[in-house]
Each structure stands twice: as structure tokens, then as C-alpha cells.
């Protein structure tokens, strides 16, 4: 499949996880990928793992909490690509916080990057969006719509990505700017194998019980479902949140 040829994709938190496979993906498929994140050694990890005689990924390193920092990175990929046909805003911080021990600056902390980078992201580059066929693919989580012990503060942010992006869709819906939220489970990525997701004093039952019916999925398999979205096999899809959680909402 060539879904994105000549194909201009601003993708962040493209250095792991999620968003390396989605950068890898939509750049497989012919697209131009302007790749964002703060981990400048993780970008160069992506960017070699493109294969020859497919589309290009550029690198641009920058924190996605930071106004101006996303303000430049914007204007440097509309620049490097020459316009800026698709949105993709991967990059997300998680923190286990038990009730008791939640501070301020967990919040401040997860709001900043997961919610404040996703929607200064989005108001940047529609700037550059066509109208009639650009689209912001957003990615939330399944723990938007789905209550898990010990995640409060994480799920209330993927909350408010998820009803920005509905909102954000009926904003544009008279530019055909299509937005929409997709919302994984579980998938095996350095956000989930992190030693401090779960901490050893907490009990952890609960989440050993829950697995979904399909198991854990591997970051190519949301990649898989980011390309869709932004595709124009989408073309009529938005507003409406696509959550690739592998059953678990069964
Ligand atoms: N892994 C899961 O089970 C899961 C489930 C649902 C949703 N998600 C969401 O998917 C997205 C990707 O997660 P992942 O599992 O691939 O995690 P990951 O840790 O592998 O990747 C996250 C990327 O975001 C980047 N990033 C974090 N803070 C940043 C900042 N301030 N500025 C720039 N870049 C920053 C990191 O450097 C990293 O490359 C996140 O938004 C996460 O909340 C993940």
C-alpha cells in the first residue's frame, strides 16, 4: 500500500514505543514524516530503522510541554516538507499515582505534556492544513472511557485528549478537517515495561485479571490502526473515537 504518497505527516513522540512504529509505518507507505520528540538519540534510533527506497523521516528534537519549542517545531515542518497534510500527536508521559500520594506536580506534570502538547500541537498546525483533506489523528487511551486502579491522574488526561479531539472535530468540521482520537489498550512499549508502573507495594491483582481477550498488543498493531485514521480510506471517519484495546471494553 502507497496511502501517503506525497504525504506530509508532523508526527511527535516518534523516538519509542508507538510513535516510532506509526513514524515507520506512514513513512513505508510514501510519506514525509517530520519527526518530533525529546529524545534526540531515539529519533536517530527511528530514522535508521526506515528501509531504503521508502518515503523520509526528518528529525527535530523538542519538548511538546513547551509552548515555543512547539511553535518552532510546527513552523520548521511546514518549512522542511513544504505544507503539513497530517497530524499525528503520539507523545504521552504516564506516572502510577495511588490517590494518596497523588501531588500537584504529577498533575502539572502529565497535563502538560499529554494535554497541553496535544492541543498546541493541533492549534499550530492548523495553520497549515488543508482544508478538505487534513487530519489530526490524536492518540488518548483506552483508560479515557475505562476505570483502572492507581492511573487516576494519567486517565483524566487521555480523558480530556479524547473530548478535545470530539470538540476539535466539530470545530473544523466546516474546514472537512477530519480529528480523530484513537485510544489503544495495553501495548507492550517502554511506557508499560517500566519498573515503577507498578509499584511492588501496591496490589497489583487487579491488573493481572483484566487481560484482554487478544492479549497485549505490539506497537506495530496501533500503528496499523494511527495509518488508517489518517488515511483517505477514513475519509468519512471523525469525531468518532477508534479504541484498539484487543476486547478489554467486552
Ligand atoms: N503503551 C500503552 O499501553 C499505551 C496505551 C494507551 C495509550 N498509550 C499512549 O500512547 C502514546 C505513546 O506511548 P508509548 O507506549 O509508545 O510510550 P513510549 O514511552 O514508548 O513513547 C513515548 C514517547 O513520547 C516521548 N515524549 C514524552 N514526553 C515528551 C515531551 N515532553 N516532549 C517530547 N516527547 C516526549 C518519549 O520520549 C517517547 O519517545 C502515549 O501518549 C501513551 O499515553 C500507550
Partial sequence: MNRFEDTAVLLT???SG???AAALRLASEGAAVFAVDRSGDGLRGTAGLLPPGTGRIHTHVADVSDEGAVVAAVS????????IDVLVNVAGVHRTTPIDRLTVDDLRFLFSVNVVG???FCREALRHLPDGTGV???VA????THGNPFTSAYSATKGAVLAFSLSLASEMSHRRIRVVPVS?????????SRS???PADLDTSYYRRIRAPFGTADPQQIAGVIAFAASPDAGYLTGAEIRADGGSHI
Fill in 184 to 192: 489503544p489498550g495495553t501495548v507492550a512499549t517502554p511506557l508499560t
Fill in 118 to 120: 496535544t492541543a498546541v
Fill in 18 to 20: 508507538i510513535g516510532r
Fill in 141 to 144: 487511551s483506552s483508560s479515557a
Fill in 13 to 15: 513522540g516518534a523516538a
Fill in 136 to 138: 489530526i489523528v490524536n
Fill in 196 to 198: 515503577d508502573m507498578l
Fill in 76 to 83: 520548521r515542518a511546514a518549512e522542511t516538507m513544504g505544507g
